[in-house]
């Protein structure tokens, strides 16, 4: 069974970090693109970051600079460094792949920056 699960959120004062976790179940992330949306309230889920099998690593122009995705293959989990944090980035953040035609979702974590 395939599971994915987000971790890390939490509250943070403008200009602050946060590391998000994204532990995966079921399924080896080194042979996975994984990737990181968030949805603010009122607002579509937007493409954050992406990190392929291969290692290649692509951010959205809002976050460039500023957030960073990564792997750790023995650990099998995901990250999402976040740093110089705005209130804009206020959200939830879910991590997503897919595979043999399905996706998965995890239940997101919320990020809070206050001004």
């Known amino acids: 069974q395939v599971q994915v699960v987000e971790s890390g959120g939490g509250l943070v004062q403008t200009g602050g970090s946060l590391r998000l976790s994204c532990a995966v179940s079921g399924l080896f992330v080194s042979t996975l693109t994984l990737r990181w949306y968030r949805q603010a309230p009122g607002k579509e889920r937007e493409f954050v970051a992406r990190?392929?099998?291969?290692?290649?690593?692509n951010v959205a122009d809002s976050v460039k600079g500023r957030f960073t995705i990564s792997r750790d293959n023995l650990k099998n989990t995901v990250y999402l460094q976040m740093n110089s944090l705005k209130p804009e980035d206020t959200a939830v953040y879910y991590c997503?792949?897919?595979?043999?035609?399905?996706?998965?979702w995890g239940q997101g974590t919320q990020v809070t920056v206050s001004s």
């Open positions: 997503n792949t897919e595979y043999s035609g399905r996706d998965y």
């Open positions: 990190i392929r099998s291969v290692g290649i690593t």
